[in-house]
């Protein structure tokens, strides 16, 4: 007897993904002050603003990864977040010596 799992695996995938957006949305509502000064000394217009738009978009698309409702859109919405996200803030190139690794 075949047992499939293919609902179990994509059932536990969107949780792992969208929990960790969700996740880091609210870790980040909890860091906002250090956030926004950050984003500010590295020049982001707005920062307050684009920081809490990306507070919403990381816990509302994680939540419809999580749901199965519009997946598609809200993984493409998370990918060019994080486009634009990681090079602001892991600029590792940045950095000189053993925090450079």
């Known amino acids: 007897m075949l047992l499939n799992f293919g609902n179990e ?5 969107r949780l792992l993904l969208g929990g960790a957006f969700v996740f880091a949305g609210l870790r980040n509502v ?4 250090f956030l926004t000064q950050l984003m ?3 020049g982001v217009p707005q920062a307050r603003l684009m920081l809490w738009l990306g507070i919403v978009l990381q816990i509302v698309a994680g939540v419809l990864v999580i749901s199965g409702v519009w997946t598609a ?6 990918v060019l977040f994080l486009i634009v996200a990681t090079p602001m803030f892991h600029n590792f190139w940045g950095h000189q010596g053993p925090e450079r690794a």
């Open 9 to 13: 695996i994509l059932l536990a995938a």
């Open 40 to 42: 500010t000394t590295r």
């Open 73 to 78: 859109a809200a993984a493409l919405c998370l």
């Open 30 to 33: 909890q860091n906002a002050t």
